[in-house]
């Protein structure tokens, strides 16, 4: 079973930044369009950030752009999530997953926790 593995977050003040990575096995990672996602609790997980597979292409959810950056080393096979400026309101647990498996509950991992508060 594909699964991706997140790691990088942590507690941060607000203003502060984390940097966010993804990885699975294989050759997934290179092949792929890669999304971030979060999910706050009593919300639901909403996109964050997409990469294509080549890198060349990016989008990010309103409430992100300017502040987040995603990126991909296809070489490393991983996906990172830049997070500058946090606020509290980021505060969330995040998700990395591809167009491809998402629809599937068992691709996606534990996520990686994002707390920002004083």
């Known amino acids: 079973q594909v699964q991706f593995v997140e790691s990088g977050g942590g507690l941060v003040q607000p203003g502060g930044s984390l940097r966010l990575s993804c990885a699975a096995s294989g050759f997934i990672l290179r092949i792929t369009a890669m999304n971030w996602y979060r999910q706050a609790p009593g919300k639901e997980r909403e996109l964050v950030a997409g990469?294509?597979?080549?890198?060349?292409?990016?989008n990010y959810a309103d409430s992100v752009k300017g502040r987040f950056t995603i990126s991909r080393d296809n070489v490393k096979n991983t996906v990172s999530l830049q997070m500058n400026s946090l606020k509290p309101e980021d505060t969330a647990v995040y998700y990395c997953n591809t167009l491809f498996f998402q629809s599937n509950p068992d691709s996606w991992g534990q996520g990686t926790q994002v707390t920002v508060s004083s």
């Open positions: 990469i294509s597979s080549t890198g060349g292409t990016t």
